[in-house]
């Protein structure tokens, strides 16, 4: 749709409106009337054959054309509205305009249900290319298209059990693409599970295990790595340590065996090497400052990587004393992320709760700072 064609039907309805308008405040002239009244009848012809024509367009174009038309005539608005459909407040069913992702001001709002409406689109779309776009079937359930970032918090939950849904009820032809995109929707969704602050999830991710355990023969290594990883993550969240050992275990093996050095299999690995090694606070430290410097290295500061990186590392610093380097990190983490992403983003809450923990913790015992600085006044009199 190229944007002369949607200026063109931006000009053809105002031209309409204004012709009609105009019909209705200037009444014919008594010794012309049957010619007015020709004319009048033309002219609703007309306006009728254009609304006709911009009508029959699709709904796609009409929003489009709508919010050309407010930019050209300058008209703003404070009220956020749904970017897809156009709707300011809550949709039929009665439900908010949500943003969880790092849209800033106004942009970014949408209806859930026009979100999952529109990730169907493009996921029917992806998985009947002649390329098969496996990425693209899911790419919309899980990444916003107006700043390129995952989904967070409530929103990020509820896409993900809807991608489970769409592909399981959509995309069900029994080939093994089908197969492999339902996997995908499982592990994601347990991994989302598994990140959640309550138990609410426990009975649908052990579902979600038997159904990932059953589908686990037809998957290559480098599917069942990440599905082992998840199961770890899972039974780690839900209390099982044992059984998410054996899970993170397997899972690192199996990546380390598929010998696949691309950026998603080395960032699973390090992660798992953490989980596993999380009771040694010094090799702890070491691998999060690593992992933290690699990914500010290929992502640049500012990218939801970098932050969850050096956020897991300040954590760590905590756990070894060294208290002002973690208070430090965290600081400058929160900054960037607020500036960036947003006050209600997913990294910029972690970083605030991390370092509010961190504070209160050395409000009620001062002298855990002894084991960085000796003195704290000292140190203090020597800065």
């Not at 029959?56 to 459909?85: F, V, Y």
């Not at 029917?124 to 790419?139: A, K, P, T, W």
């Not at 950026?263 to 989980?275: H, L, M």
């Not at 956020?311 to 400058?332: G, M, T, Y």
Request: proline fraction near 2%; charge should be negative; glycine fraction near 6%.
């Amino acid at each position: 749709m190229t944007m002369q064609l949607k200026l063109f039907f931006g000009r053809l309805r105002r031209r309409s409106e204004r012709e009609e308008e105009e019909m209705m405040t200037e009444p014919p002239t008594i010794s012309s009337c049957e010619h007015s009244t020709t004319s009048c009848e033309r002219s609703v012809a007309t306006t009728s054959s254009t609304c006709s024509t911009v009508l029959s367009s699709s709904s796609i174009l009409q929003r489009i054309d709508s919010s050309d038309a407010i930019k050209s005539e300058g008209i703003t608005s404070d009220c956020p509205s749904c970017w897809l459909c156009l709707e300011e407040g809550s949709d039929t069913s009665g439900k908010p305009l949500i943003r969880n992702c790092s849209c800033r001001g106004t942009s970014g709002y949408a209806h859930i249900s026009c979100i999952v409406h529109y990730a169907e689109h493009k996921g029917r779309q992806g998985y009947g290319s002649s390329n098969h776009n496996f990425n693209n079937v899911c790419r919309y359930f899980k990444f916003c298209p107006n700043c390129n970032q995952e989904y967070q918090n409530d929103v990020q939950c509820d896409l993900s059990k809807a991608m489970v849904s769409f592909v399981e009820r959509k995309l069900h032809d029994g080939t093994p693409r089908a197969s492999y995109l339902r996997i995908v929707a499982l592990v994601d969704r347990l991994f989302v599970l598994s990140a959640g602050s309550n138990n609410e999830g426990t009975s649908e991710g052990q579902v979600i295990c038997s159904k990932l355990m059953f589908l686990m023969d037809g998957m290559d290594s480098v599917m069942k790595a990440r599905t082992y990883y998840a199961l770890g993550c899972f039974y780690g969240s839900s209390g099982s340590l044992k059984k998410s050992k054996a899970y993170l275990e397997t899972a690192r093996n199996l990546l380390q065996d598929a010998d696949d050095d691309s950026d998603s299999s080395v960032r699973d690995i390090a992660d798992i090497e953490i989980k596993l090694n999380c009771s040694n606070a010094s090799s702890d430290v070491d691998s999060l400052r690593s992992r933290y410097e690699e990914t500010f290295a290929k992502s640049g500061r500012e990218t939801t990587l970098t932050i969850d990186a050096g956020v897991a590392l300040a954590k760590a610093l905590h756990s070894s004393d060294r208290h002002i380097e973690a208070e430090k990190l965290l600081a400058n983490l929160i900054a960037t992320s607020r500036r960036v992403h947003g006050q209600d983003h997913h990294c910029t809450k972690s970083a605030a709760t991390a370092l509010q923990g961190l504070t209160n913790e050395l409000l009620e015992d001062p002298s855990s700072t002894d084991s960085e600085f000796g003195d704290i006044d000292g140190w203090f009199k020597s800065i």
